[in-house]
């Protein structure tokens, strides 16, 4: 983010350069003015002043929403292949809204396409002295350019709503089978659904708009109403097809096995090991029976489903709230969790046996963390998002180099003017949305996060994110 003055008058004064002492420059056109890295937190606007992103810190930016404000979704796995890097891209997504009134509420099916952008240069080109007429309205005009050549004209939103009676607090889709989804309701009821004909009709439309009207009523595959309580942790594992666990805010976590492709069996006795609400939990990705749990009561319980309800082990993760967690498919041993009181650390689980499964621990956050999830093409990296209406991205195997970033402040001539006190690991901060709720990289689109909070969707491809991952895809 960048600082620009905000105040008509005094930029139509300079326009004119006719006053003496509005700026150093005598050229009638609008003086430079050097943007600086502004830190949420940290940094004051000043009167007459307003953030404004710079586009050129991405390959792909786009803001878009379906009506309500949406607390969860899911990206939908599709068949338009794994390592796509050619604009424009296509998405499919599922999301659960957050209506005013409970039977407002849908599950929206729906794809993004003609999502455009540009692979830009990492190190940016400082415009030619020599040029005093090169101001903001012509850098706009390149990068309008730069998208024509990866796509252009404006992302198109095909969508179709499912009612769905009350606020969905979180959704997932499942890896193997992709049009089957699940649901967590602020009623208490988990619900399966079948999207095979949703998706299928926007796989098969063109690219007109659909606005999404129309409501259609479609009854869940199962509706289980098990829980004492609402929950928000859910996740399907991606080593057993259909394999299922949720958990709740009275502490009970019960776990769903398929019996077929369309019925579960739920298991009515509860996995129970933590003394408050369950606010997310983890199927292991290599290992079938094993799971992990996080808890209001600062812990994170690891779980086999083999030897009864009780954790196989448990620790104390934060001095708060843990309220996300994410297990690293590149390093198996590795687990990401997020705290109430804004920190989030890493743990590896080789060290369970010493006692402490830190290693690393960041303070970067002021407010609450909504949601962690690892790169699912970089082992190192992961994105996080916040209250503070904040979404970063870090790569844990940075570490400060004073030489490289000596030869990369002669390259830009000190273009960059990044803060001292920044984390070396710290990649990249997204700002703009409002309320950030939850994230999720795409994993057939290297490099591409999306992100919900109360104003909306947005897709976004930071041009820094490429050169962590590797080449050859993942």
């Not at 929206?108 to 400082?126: A, D, M, W």
């Amino acid at each position: 983010m960048a600082r620009t003055i905000k105040n008509p008058k005094k930029a139509k004064r300079k326009n004119k350069g006719s006053k003496k002492g509005d700026g150093a420059s005598t050229s009638s056109s609008v003086p430079t003015i050097q943007p600086r890295v502004w830190q949420p937190g940290v940094d004051e606007l000043e009167e007459g002043e307003e953030l404004q992103c710079d586009p050129s810190a991405y390959n792909s930016l786009h803001a878009f929403h379906i009506g309500w404000p949406c607390l969860s979704f899911d990206i939908v796995r599709d068949s338009l292949g794994s390592d796509r890097k050619d604009f424009p891209h296509t998405v499919y997504f599922v999301a659960g809204t957050q209506a005013e009134k409970a039977s407002w509420n849908s599950i929206g099916v729906f794809k993004v396409s003609n999502i455009s952008g540009k692979r830009r240069e990492l190190v940016p080109k400082k415009s030619s002295e020599d040029d005093p007429d090169m101001d903001g309205e012509s850098s706009d005009s390149d990068d309008s350019e730069d998208e024509e050549e990866g796509g252009s004209g404006a992302p198109v939103l095909q969508l179709r709503k499912v009612a769905h009676h009350g606020c969905v607090n979180r959704i997932r889709a499942m890896g193997q089978n992709p049009h089957i989804c699940a649901s967590w309701a602020d009623s208490g009821h988990v619900q399966v659904w079948d999207f095979t004909s949703h998706l299928n009709a926007l796989a098969e439309s063109e690219t007109e708009g659909i606005q999404g009207s129309s409501v259609f009523n479609q009854a869940p595959l199962v509706n289980f109403r098990g829980h004492k309580d609402e929950g928000y942790a859910i996740d399907w594992s991606p080593v057993v097809v259909g394999r299922l666990a949720t958990g709740d805010c009275k502490n009970c976590i019960h776990l769903w096995e398929p019996t077929s492709d369309s019925t579960w069996n739920v298991d009515p006795t509860p996995f129970i090991g933590h003394s408050a609400s369950v606010e997310d939990l983890q199927w292991s990705p290599t290992e079938p029976h094993a799971f992990v749990s996080c808890s209001v009561d600062g812990t994170i319980a690891i779980w086999d489903i083999r030897i009864g309800k009780s954790p196989a082990a448990s620790f104390k993760a934060h001095d708060a709230d843990v309220n996300v967690i994410s297990w690293n498919r590149q390093a198996s041993c590795m687990l990401a969790s997020g705290s109430d009181d804004g920190t989030f650390s890493i743990h590896d689980f080789r060290l369970l046996k010493d006692g402490n499964t830190v290693v690393a621990h960041f303070k970067y956050h002021k407010y609450p963390v909504t949601s962690i999830e690892w790169s699912p093409h970089e082992a190192s990296t992961l994105a996080v998002s916040s209250s503070d209406n904040q979404l970063t991205i870090w790569d844990l195997s940075l570490e400060k180099d004073e030489e490289e970033e000596a030869e990369f402040k002669a390259q830009t001539k000190e273009l960059v003017n990044a803060p001292q006190d920044l984390p070396p690991q710290l990649l990249f901060v997204h700002q703009g949305q409002k309320d950030l709720k939850e994230l999720h990289w795409h994993a057939q689109i290297p490099g591409m996060i999306v992100s919900t909070a109360a104003d909306g969707f947005n897709i976004l491809m930071p041009s820094n994110i490429q050169s962590t991952l590797p080449s050859n895809g993942s």
